[in-house]
Nanobody
């Protein structure tokens, strides 16, 4: 069992930056691939970025490529999402997720989810 707790969301202006954190419980964090998804009301949950078990593989959604960076610190059981040059269309609830199988965009491959943190970008 893995518990995920996101933090770092908030209200910012367009062009600002935010860093989201996701703290994981348990001693097997390094055996999970991690990802960030986001969701707005009335729409499906959308893949944002993923990161493999060790360093190296970090796929991104086209809409955030070049602006967002995912990283992980296995010693701290934490995954991060650095978000720069934020746009109003980035407004959503952001969720972190853990998977033993993959770090790609298919949400059904993720076994554990956090409760989400709201990010609001004003124009």
């Amino acid at each position: 069992q893995v518990q995920l707790v996101e933090s770092g969301g908030g209200l910012v202006q367009a062009g600002d930056s935010l860093r989201l954190s996701c703290a994981a419980s348990g001693r097997t964090f390094s055996s999970y691939a991690m990802a960030w998804f986001r969701q707005v009301p009335g729409k499906e949950r959308e893949f944002v970025a993923g990161i493999s078990w060790g360093p190296g593989y970090t796929p991104y959604a086209d809409s955030v490529k070049g602006r967002f960076t995912i990283s992980r610190d296995n010693a701290k059981n934490t995954v991060y999402l650095q978000m720069n040059s934020l746009k109003p269309e980035d407004t959503a609830v952001y969720y972190c997720a853990a998977s033993r199988r993959n770090y790609g965009p298919r949400s059904y491959e993720y076994d554990y989810w956090g409760q989400g943190t709201q990010v609001t970008v004003s124009s």
